[in-house]
């Protein structure tokens, strides 16, 4: 049985995959850890959690050591817009502290598991239809910071063996946790505000594409890509992976099918835009398919359509 560590428990995927990880392979298989331990979360209170602070190697290396750790999901990241507004910063956790996850794997025969993202590509790239293998010019720290991280994981295996595997995550979509500082943040909150007050005010410009996933659909991609024959996989760092492309106004025309008064106006935040627009609208993932047989489940319809029965419940609304 796997005993895999968890970085970033806390964050907009942790907080879920920790709970989906603990029903997969056993609550005491599965060590969650944060920089904090907020007392009313099910990630710190209903399983093993361990204080740590991904800027210190030495705490990961206790956590793997006193847990026997074979596995590490490394989470622990700044996002797009925070990392604009904090470059260095940005560079220092989301770099810093993969290359010392990837020490750590190297000493103790650790397989790691670390996100990327669109945000590799760049003005250069492909805009529709993203090719697995495609020119990497980032725009953004952020995306600096997650092609390094696949140079590095890709560099690992290479030169030392260590079981790297990785997925480049579109924006994700997620009813339990909201996002923390993403430009696709926009797709998440018009849920929210659809209910809460029957209309929204994007800061993503009207006809501005962008490749989107529902959470369940990420949560899925991390444990298969993991479980992946090794044999089977020619990419590594990292699999395209990809569930639908939209626009803002799709999002409301959907949600109008539910909620027909709604109604969204658009108030555009330059930075975010300026990231959107550089980014791919939709990714080629056939590499994912046929190396380990990646298939989402959902598209834009049957998200929102599940979007909002799963927050009528959480925020109490008819």
């Not at 026997?68 to 925070?82: F, G, M, N, W």
């Not at 943040?185 to 005010?201: F, G």
Request: some cysteine; aromatic content about 10%; charged content about 25%.
């Amino acid at each position: 049985m796997k005993k895999i560590l968890i970085t970033g428990a806390l964050g907009q995927i942790g907080s879920e995959l920790t709970i989906y990880m603990r029903e997969a392979y056993g609550i005491n298989n599965v060590i969650a850890s944060g920089r904090r331990a907020p007392k009313d979360s099910k990630v710190v209170e209903d399983g093993i959690f361990e204080l740590i602070n991904t800027d210190d190697a030495n705490q990961i290396v206790n956590a793997v050591r006193k847990y026997k750790v074979d596995t590490i999901i490394h989470l622990a990241a700044i996002l797009s817009a925070i990392g604009e507004a904090n470059p260095i910063k940005a560079w220092e956790v989301n770099v810093g502290s993969l290359l010392s996850v990837l020490e750590i794997a190297k000493a103790y025969d650790c397989s790691v598991f670390t996100p990327s993202s669109i945000a590799v590509f760049g003005d250069y790239a492909k805009k529709f239809k993203t090719p697995q293998d495609e020119v990497q010019k980032p725009a953004t720290m952020y995306g600096i910071t997650k092609s390094s991280g696949e140079l590095l994981c890709d560099y690992y295996f290479k030169k030392f063996g260590v079981d790297t595997r990785g997925v480049r995550f579109p924006g994700l979509i997620s009813y339990e946790t909201l996002p923390g500082g993403g430009t696709t943040d926009y797709a998440v909150h018009i849920y929210y505000e659809a209910l809460k007050n029957k209309k929204y005010t994007s800061f993503i410009k009207e006809g501005t594409y962008m490749d989107m996933m529902y959470m369940p659909d990420a949560l899925n991609a991390i444990v298969e890509v993991m479980e992946a024959d090794p044999g089977k996989l020619i990419h590594r760092n990292a699999f395209n992976v990809t569930s639908m492309s939209f626009a803002p106004e799709h999002v409301a025309e959907e949600i109008k099918k539910h909620i027909p008064e709604f109604e969204i106006t658009y108030d555009i935040d330059p930075v975010k835009q300026a990231i959107a627009e550089s980014w791919p609208d939709f990714l080629d993932d056939t590499a994912a398919r046929k190396e380990w047989g990646w298939s989402p489940k959902y598209d834009l319809e049957s998200m929102t359509k599940d979007m909002l029965a799963k927050l009528k419940e959480k925020l109490n609304t008819i």
